[in-house]
């Protein structure tokens, strides 16, 4: 059998034109040739480390919004807070990540992907360092202010170059791993929140910001980023350093050239390049489950869960440890599962489950629909659109619930069906396509 399989993978690589390729079991199934050259590898050494310093900005991003739960009675009492000057402390994230989201395309466009993480860092270890040492609530806004805006790019951010930097058959995985982060971050903070005072907690958030400031001397940039601004040895550059030294990055090379000149016929500048009418579905679809996500009460849960388990006769240390539990198996079934079942069929199941919607398993996706001339402003628009829920939600959250604590869940339900509803009938699934593939597909549909 293992005879007749090596035979079988020989002869297909020979009618492909691969005829200084042979099969070698030594390397797991990979190709070797005479030359020295091998197939594309799914995974090597620097793409998992490039793939890790993403993770760093999604368990960055987890601790920021997760944060405020554990310590909002001590923040409160120690500072002299009211539950309306909390719930701005609470909800000026959200502010942040409105003013980060809407400039977050652009800015990831303009100066790339690894010199926008270099920035970032800036305001991440900046708010932490404001919130572990404010003796003001204006100075504890302003950190929490400054961590937003770093959320509001750094989500869109870390989806957009791990899909860049991995091959279709593992970009699922490996996506969802790194948004499987933000939610080891949150538990993070659950967990170690219960524990330690909340100065000593925003100290310990800085670690994934100094983790990933030396990280970043060793990861490459991202292909796709080089292709557009044809910076073609860079290119190729990056490619053999994510898929292996000996790797024949030929066809990859070409495929993302090919399609980055195809797109030149387009605009790359303004905003209204996006309304086009082949967008206009794509653009309705992420935009609306961003929405309905946020109107579903995942801002609210997450900023305030403490607060909710105290009101429900629950301890807040269990009832927070218990939840930061749940959120790892999800995580973890949510990372196995996704090359299996799809994208989309997991994203129903979080729609209706909520759950912080599986730690938005299903969104780092659908900012590949849109093609490189107007993925910027896509991403621009449709972060915009969610924080901008998200503050609402978050703000209002604390009067609403003493508004009726039984309606107030009864909405954030509705909403999340009607999630459920739109990813039924408006998600296509991406398992096992390119991202040329997709965006060809939902642009074509559109049409």
């Known amino acids: 059998m293992e005879q007749q399989r090596k035979e079988a993978t020989e002869r297909l690589l020979s009618r492909q034109g691969h005829h200084n390729l042979v099969y070698n079991e030594e390397n797991g199934g990979v190709v070797v040739g005479d030359e020295g050259l091998v197939a594309v590898s799914n995974f090597t050494s620097i793409l998992g480390l490039s793939t890790i310093t993403a993770a760093c900005i999604t368990f960055g991003f987890g601790c920021a919004i997760g944060y405020s739960s554990p310590t909002q009675s001590s923040i409160m009492e120690d500072l002299g807070l009211s539950v309306a ?19 977050s395309g652009k800015i990831t466009d303009l100066f790339g992907r690894k010199l926008t993480m270099w920035i970032l860092n800036l305001f991440y270890i900046g708010g932490w360092l404001a919130i572990a040492f404010t003796k003001a609530p204006w100075l504890l806004n302003l950190g929490r202010l400054s961590l937003g805006f770093t959320n509001g790019i750094s989500n869109y951010l870390a989806s957009i170059y791990v899909a860049e930097i991995t091959t279709k058959n593992v970009r699922g995985r490996f996506t969802i791993i790194v948004q499987f982060l933000t939610g080891w971050g949150v538990s993070f903070m659950f967990v170690v929140g219960s524990f330690v005072h909340w100065r000593t907690l925003a100290l310990l958030a800085t670690i994934p910001s100094l983790l990933q400031l030396l990280l970043l001397f060793f990861i490459p940039e991202s292909p796709q980023w080089l292709a557009k601004f044809g910076r073609e040895k860079e290119l190729e550059a990056a490619l053999l350093c994510l898929r292996g030294d000996k790797a024949d990055i030929s066809h990859e090379a070409t495929e993302i050239k090919d399609y980055v000149e195809s797109l030149k016929s387009f605009s790359s500048e303004g905003i209204l390049d996006i309304f086009q009418k082949k967008y206009v579905r794509p653009l309705l679809t992420v935009a609306g489950v961003l929405v309905l996500m946020n109107l579903g009460g995942i801002n609210a849960l997450t900023y305030y869960s403490g607060a909710i388990f105290v009101s ?52 780092s996706f ?40 039984t309606g107030i869940f009864f909405i954030f339900s509705a909403f999340s069906f009607a999630n459920f509803i739109l990813t039924v009938t408006m998600v296509p699934e991406t398992k096992g396509r390119t991202l040329e593939e997709i965006r060809a597909s939902i642009t074509h549909s559109s049409d």
Do not use: H
């Not at 000057?85 to 400039?103: D, N, R």
């Open 366 to 405: 659908f900012l590949k629909l849109f093609p490189i001339n107007v993925k910027g402003s896509a991403g621009s628009i449709c972060n915009f659109m969610g924080n901008l829920t998200g503050w609402v939600v978050a703000y209002y959250f604390n009067f609403l619930i003493e508004w009726s604590s």
């Open 85 to 103: 000057e909390f719930s701005l402390v609470g909800s000026i994230l959200s502010i942040g990540s409105l003013i980060g989201a809407a400039i």
């Open 312 to 363: 429900a006769g629950v301890s807040s240390m269990v009832g927070l440890i218990t939840l930061a539990a749940t959120q790892t198996v999800i995580g973890i079934l949510g990372a196995t599962l996704i090359d299996k079942l799809g994208r989309r069929p997991l994203l129903l199941v979080s729609s209706a489950g909520l759950c912080f919607s599986s730690f938005l398993t299903g969104v």
